[in-house]
């Protein structure tokens, strides 16, 4: 049985080193951008029932290019989050941001879900309240 495991996983050595550099390079990502996205959120972001993130009546080329660029960057970060619930890295609170920046029906409704945990509360504020910035306000 060992042999045939030790063959198996030498056998697949090169996706495993790509699964530990993919692994790696998540951490570092959500090391990078979690605290980037969290400094830069106003502080009753969470509030549902304020308006925010409405574009302008007319839309110029330059609000409809932040737009998709804003929802792919939300796309990709959810993506990764979802991957680092398996792998290396703060995956809720990459979840999180992600779906902070997307633009989707029922948005509100899944970080709701999501931020009813506390210990996601307490890491997000006491990251802001290490830096300065005032804590998020959430709805109960």
């Not at 030498?10 to 951490?27: A, M, N």
């Not at 959500?30 to 993130?53: A, Q, S, T």
């Not at 007319?58 to 960057?73: C, D, E, P, W």
Request: with cysteine; aromatic share 12%.
């Amino acid at each position: 049985m060992s042999e045939f495991m030790i063959g198996w996983v030498l056998q697949y050595q090169e996706v495993f080193v790509w699964i530990g550099l993919l692994s790696f390079l998540t951490f570092l990502l959500g090391l990078l951008l979690v605290p980037f996205v969290i400094m830069r959120l106003p502080e009753d972001y969470f509030l549902f029932h304020k308006i925010n993130g409405q574009a302008p009546i007319g839309f110029g080329g330059a609000s409809i290019l932040f737009l998709v660029l804003k929802n792919f960057i939300g796309g990709v970060l959810l993506c990764l989050g979802f991957l680092m619930l398996f792998l290396p890295g703060p995956g809720l609170m990459v979840v999180v941001i992600g779906l902070a920046l997307l633009d989707i029906p029922g948005k509100r409704r899944m970080l709701g879900r999501v931020l009813r945990i506390a210990g996601i509360r307490t890491v997000i504020n006491g990251l802001r309240v290490r830096r300065g910035r005032p804590a998020l306000k959430f709805e109960d």
